[in-house]
């Protein structure tokens, strides 16, 4: 069983969070002042915002680009928002048979597209959790 580390935000590194999620892509710190515009980020900031997210496991370095005549580094998320949210619900003591119960809403109430593509997902979970299981037996 996998342990499901505390990932607590402060709020604007929430928000930073969410923007690199939106992104998809990794970015330097010129580009998310750059990209980021109506988020109200001073460049040291950002820079302080990073680190503490990187402390915390929730992004990483993966690269570097020659800016000018200077190299910089590449930030992108280290977890998926999903992830993210999965830590938070069980953080506060949702157990799996109640975020089953969140998935199975969601996916009652969902646009029938979604909703096939997620049934598959699941399908392929369970598959997956039983031929670990077996093997394990």
Request: proline share 1%; hydrophobic share 40%; charged share 35%.
């Amino acid at each position: 069983m996998q342990i499901i580390k505390k990932l607590i935000l402060t709020k604007r590194e929430d928000e930073l969070m969410n923007f690199l999620w939106d992104e998809g892509r990794p970015l330097i710190v010129e580009e998310m002042l750059d990209v980021g515009g109506e988020h109200e980020w001073g460049e040291n900031y950002l820079r302080i915002m990073l680190r503490s997210l990187e402390k915390k496991g929730a992004v990483e370095a993966c690269g570097m680009v020659l800016r000018g005549k200077q190299y910089a580094r590449q930030f992108r998320p280290a977890i998926s928002k999903e992830e993210f949210y999965l830590r938070l619900a069980m953080n506060r003591g949702a157990s799996a048979g109640a975020l089953l119960q969140v998935a199975a809403a969601a996916v009652m109430k969902g646009k029938k597209e979604d909703t096939d593509e997620v049934v598959r997902q699941l399908e392929e979970m369970l598959e997956e959790y039983k031929a670990r299981t077996d093997e394990e037996e």
